[in-house]
């Protein structure tokens, strides 16, 4: 009896680790570690009416925007967003013409008013937040409290300019404080073609994250099939991790809906019904790294 | 023993020869237009400036209605308006008569407004006359499937064409993979042409103009 017990308290103990500390799973295809969903935070949505019209009660509302759209019309609603150092997010509210601050759980902390529609928000080096205005494509600067910078401060971060080279192979020319290096990245999915490369960001340890689109759609298809992941390179250009088929579901056509923070990935997935913001923790152990 | 057959067999021949003639009349007439015309055609709408004056901020047909716009704004990009297909000098000609400047599918189809959505710009990039009858739902009339690889083959002028909610102008690949569109853009309130991943493309269908002359 005793040692029955004993059983069902360690195997108990062992799901409850499990759960609780997912692990990322070594791939041998790609001699790299596939990351897992770490987390998803919701933030819900209210639909857009004919009614809707902007006013100072904005900035108090707690959730987003959405129009649903029409026949040769698309749904509206936020595109873009960013995350701050405590893991708060600042996301835009193109229909309200406001920006947004949730806290890491999703739970609204307070908007302002822009006096535009924005698609995209990036946080800077510098801390302050550029906006892109819709209907003009220019950079708006401001602080965390919603006060206006000279524009000048807008300096957007990049990473380095990416060329695919054939359907298996590209590079990314990576721009960082030590100069340009150049990453090879070697795309070996069985049956699958590489389509795009985008340098996303570069952390504090050198690790280089590169977002890589591919299909096995050949020419015959019946429409645009694809797959997205998120690569982690090592400063040695090493592929260590991958976030492998990221969610490509869009309601909203997506404008700035990938960044990177102290090794998490985030995706902004504007539904009818939620924002939806992934998080992949790149930093998770892997079986790879105790071997 | 042969007649019933010899009926079938005529009955197919004369009804696909009546199936197919409309569809056959329809291509014949469509403008024809190289893809560098297509293209230029789809800059010039999307570069086209335009400065709103007060008077383009009100519907007078909508009390619903509020602008994307201010007085006084510079605006590079002709305004999306939903149902809309105005070149740019029935646009300008619009806004001079004091017109509203775009309009959202919220307010209804608006006479009042100047302006142009998607398949509008499309098939205005194709030469298309302002005020046919092409929406994305039916644009395979007009437009049929490139036999080519989509991904590494489309040509400028081309199309991606989701039936029932989006279409834009295919205008090139870059370098790293992405490409470049043109499109009459809900969010952004007026034609623009950028770069942009495939991602936001899964499930649409690239389309070939068949007035096209190569």
Redesign the interface.
Known sequence: MPQLTASIIFVLFALVQGLAAPRSIASPRLGACVVPLSQTVRIPVSPAGASEQADSRDVSISTLLVSKGAVDELPEGPTGFDVLEDGSFVIVDPLRKRICLFNPQGKFRKAWKTGFAADSVTVMKNGLLAVEESGTDMLHVFDRDGVAKPQEAAVLPRYGEARVLSGSSGIVNHISAGGTRTLEINYDRQGSRLLSLQALAEDAEGNIFVAVEGTTAGDSGEEIRLNKSIRRYGSDGTLSREVSDIPLDYYVAPVGELRVRDGKVYQLLTTSSEVKINVWNTNDQCQHDSE | MWLPFRILVMCLVFGSVALSWPQASTIARLPRASRAEIVARAHAIANHGWTCSSSNLNASCSR?Y?S??KAG?R??GIPYR??GSDTPELFDKKLAQGLAAGA????GILSCAAGI???GFVTQAWGLPAGHAY???NLRQIAGKP?????T?MKPGDA?NLP???VVLFTGYN????INICEAS?????V?CHSA??????????LQYKGIDE
């Open positions: 619903k509020r994307d716009w704004q605006v590079t939903w149902g959202h599918s919220q307010y959505d998607c398949s929406s994305t739902s036999k080519y690889n989509w991904y083959d991606l029932g909610s989006h370098p790293d993979g992405t809900g969010s952004k309130g007026r623009v991943t495939w991602s936001r493309f899964v499930k649409y269908i690239p």
